[in-house]
């Protein structure tokens, strides 16, 4: 069994930057086929902002503008997510995801990032 440890979030100011990490445990995370970050504000279904696959294509939603960039940190086992350029709007709960075959496929708890304007 594999444990996501999500750590990083909290309150920002409008225009700062974060970075949330996601440690893996039991497994290493380079390995999994699709790694992601996932978010969902109140009232909101969860939605995906960034991702990256094992063969190191990454990509991100439309509605973020390239402000979020998702990496590895392989000395942590972890993977980040930088968000830059932070909005109000930004404001939800963000969970990590890593994916390594359909019976595999782990969520982390999920921080709170909260931007105030």
């Known amino acids: 069994q594999v444990q996501l440890v999500e750590s990083g979030g909290g309150l920002v100011q409008a225009g700062g930057s974060l970075t949330l990490s996601c440690a893996a445990v039991?497994?290493?995370?380079?390995?999994?086929?699709?790694v992601a970050w996932y978010r969902q504000a109140p009232g909101n279904e969860r939605e995906l902002v960034a991702s990256v696959t094992r063969d190191g294509r990454p990509d991100s939603a439309d509605s973020v503008n390239g402000r979020f960039t998702i990496s590895y940190d392989v000395a942590q086992n972890a993977m980040l997510l930088q968000i830059d350029s932070l909005k109000p709007e930004d404001t939800a709960v963000y969970y990590c995801?890593?994916?390594?075959?359909?019976?595999?496929?782990?969520w982390g708890q999920g921080t709170q990032v909260t931007v105030s304007s």
């Open positions: 039991g497994a290493r995370i380079v390995t999994a086929a699709v």
């Open positions: 995801n890593a994916l390594w075959s359909a019976q595999h496929n782990f």
